[in-house]
């Protein structure tokens, strides 16, 4: 999920992800409270996508990183992101 801002928005998202420690329930209740994403009315989910298909900080993190684990917060063009990676298709 994403929250927009500076400082203070990766501050919040840096307290939520010691509040989530890698629980996808946890992780879809604060996207559900806190995001700036529409993904957030579905708790963070964006569904499947491709190499490509997001900003690359965010292709990077998504591809590379290990699967079901918070990560981030991550800056990207629009605000700083906390992303939970639940399965990865090779």
């Avoid at 307290?15 to 579905?42: H, R, T």
Wanted: net charge negative; hydrophobic share 40%.
């Amino acid at each position: 999920f994403i929250l927009q801002g500076g400082a203070e928005a990766q501050i919040k998202l840096e307290d939520l992800k010691l509040e989530i420690d890698d629980s996808p329930v946890k992780f879809a209740e604060a996207a559900s409270e806190y995001s700036a994403c529409p993904s957030g009315k579905s708790g963070g989910n964006l569904g499947e996508f491709g190499p490509g298909q997001m900003v690359k900080e965010f292709d990077k993190v998504v591809f590379n990183d290990a699967v079901g684990v918070v990560h981030g917060p991550i800056e990207t063009q629009f605000g700083y992101h906390l992303i939970l990676v639940n399965s990865r298709s090779d």
